[in-house]
């Protein structure tokens, strides 16, 4: 009894609107006559809850694919790069290296050289490809390629040996495995008149498979010094850094370019692919605008219940106004409506949605298993679970959209309940 004597005070000591408007949120459910207005007013909420739930987990898969992508793609182009601008070399790159390990977030940096070439096998099979020439001992320092090789091992990349590590998807094109001989044909000469190709010849030493397509199906590694020997040069164009945590790369690039002398050029992982990223943010910000059509749908069922009970409630506000409530008052008791079913959807939906995106993969994994489907292959995708990536930012933009849409949709049928003349309404009650 005490705590319903305190619960009735403080339901006294609130503004006569939110009491009104939370008796008509609550009056449907008891009142026979207004039964239909509470349907759609729960059709309301439950629209609302159902597009932030979806929201949230489209988004949250839709992070989680780019996760992965991005992982794979930095775990093969390394987190920082940098060249000289001359072209001549870094020269010795070992102590520009030891320059950039004082900053804190440098893990490790492996020196390299990347041409462009056309790989040739069986005289009809031709594949334009980036040949990267690498320091074994080195590379796995800066990339996961060593992890990623599905046959050989780097180690067998020697100075001298013309071995050549193809990406699987290349390899497969060229129709070529270990053993098998190769032709890199490359353009020389620095005048039109004297561009005819020379060719190379390079055994294939192993594959490896990094899950990236544009990798997979383009790249090729060969010891830096064959590298090297190709073009003439006396050193590495460059060498790769790996970061302890990659998001710190632009800001580490910022702080190397005060740090390490000569005319460099430095580039971040987010500026080596900087096309790529754009794409995706774009896709994303789409996909919110076209999802979030389905909170505004729900919306504007909110406007029609909040007119239809305006309609049922002229009476009602004119009794109200004849006792002293301004117009102003009147619009705030159906704003107070309106936003409860707003909060209320709201609230349902992000619980649901974080619920939902958190556990994703395990109830992907159930549906899988329950009706004998692969929603994912994993020769096509190169991986067999849905990636969720939650993110709270995400979650408080949708949340806030839907806050704001369903305030707005208040509006409109509040301001008509606000110019309802009392002696109109009266007439005929």
Known sequence: ????????????????????GLRYT??????????FISF?????????????TALIVVLSVYNGF?????????????????????????????????????????????????LQGMLVHGGDLMRPSIVRGILPGEEPRVSDIGKQMKEGALELLQPGSSHIILGAELANELEVKPGDKVALAM????????????????TVAGTFESGHNEFDSALALIHLADAQELINVA???????????????????????????????????????AGWFAAVKSQKNMMFIILTLIIAVAAFNLVA????????????????????????????IFVVQGALVGVAGTAIGVVCGV????????IVGGLESLFGVHFLSKEIYFISAVPSDLRWGDVASIGVTSLLLALVSTLYPSWWAARVKPAEALRYE
């Open 305 to 332: 219940t909040l007119v239809m009970t305006v309609t049922d409630k002229q009476a009602d506000i004119a009794i109200l106004r004849t006792l002293g409530a301004s117009p102003f008052s009147i619009m705030k």
């Open 187 to 202: 353009a020389q000469g620095n005048s039109t008149s004297n561009m005819a190709p020379t060719l190379h010849s390079f």
């Open 26 to 35: 609550r009056a449907g459910r008891r009142n026979g006559r207004n039964s």
């Open 40 to 52: 759609i007013s729960a059709i309301s909420m439950a629209g609302i809850a159902l597009g932030v």
């Open 66 to 114: 780019q996760t992965v992508v991005t992982e794979r793609m930095v775990s093969v182009l390394g987190h920082v790069e940098v060249y000289e601008v001359s072209g001549a070399g870094l020269g010795d790159w070992r102590a520009t290296a030891a320059l950039a390990a004082r900053n804190p977030q440098v893990k490790g940096a492996a020196p390299f050289i990347e």
């Open 355 to 362: 619920l939902l995106a958190l556990n994703v993969g395990t």
């Open 235 to 273: 050193g590495p164009f460059g060498m790769r850094l790996r970061l302890q945590d990659m998001q710190k790369a632009p800001a580490v690039a910022n702080e190397l370019r005060t740090v390490l002398p000569g005319q460099l050029v430095i580039r971040d992982w987010t500026k080596l692919n």
């Open 1 to 20: 009894m005490a705590n319903c004597g305190l619960y009735c005070v403080n339901l006294l000591k609130m503004p006569f609107e939110w009491l009104v």
